[in-house]
């Protein structure tokens, strides 16, 4: 899968690919727990770049499981989607109550550091 990862005010941000369905599902779920799992001595803040022009239930499921792991690893972990048809699915299942999403990244990393 290869995502793109880099680090920015301290914060990991995990540039998301841009489509995530059933096809690629797993891979980018296992992908980015790992992730997850090795940031842990590095930083305590992480940005998903969700630039997608829009969010699948694929992807709302990966982005939960991430926010589980996050949590379980003392994380903080927050979604970054500039597109509305990105962001509408997680306002419309309430996982936005689970895992903080913004309309840009900017804001993510500067509300994740409050």
């Known amino acids: ?13 995990i540039e998301l690919p841009d489509v995530i369905d059933i096809g690629n599902e797993a891979a980018v779920r296992a992908e ?3 992730h997850l799992r ?3 001595r590095h930083t305590r803040r992480v940005v998903l770049d969700l630039t ?7 992807a709302i499921s990966v982005v939960l499981d991430a926010q589980q792991e996050a949590a379980e690893h003392g994380l903080l972990l927050s979604v970054a989607a500039p597109r509305r048809l990105a962001r509408e699915p997680f306002r419309i299942t309430s996982a936005d109550r689970q895992c ?4 840009s990244l900017d804001k993510a990393l500067i509300e994740d550091g409050d």
């Open 1 to 13: 899968m290869n995502m793109s990862i880099r680090f920015e005010l301290d914060c990991l941000v």
């Open 100 to 103: 903080p999403v913004y309309d």
């Open 38 to 40: 090795d940031c842990g």
């Open 32 to 34: 980015l727990l790992l």
């Open 52 to 58: 997608a022009p829009l969010a699948t239930a694929a």
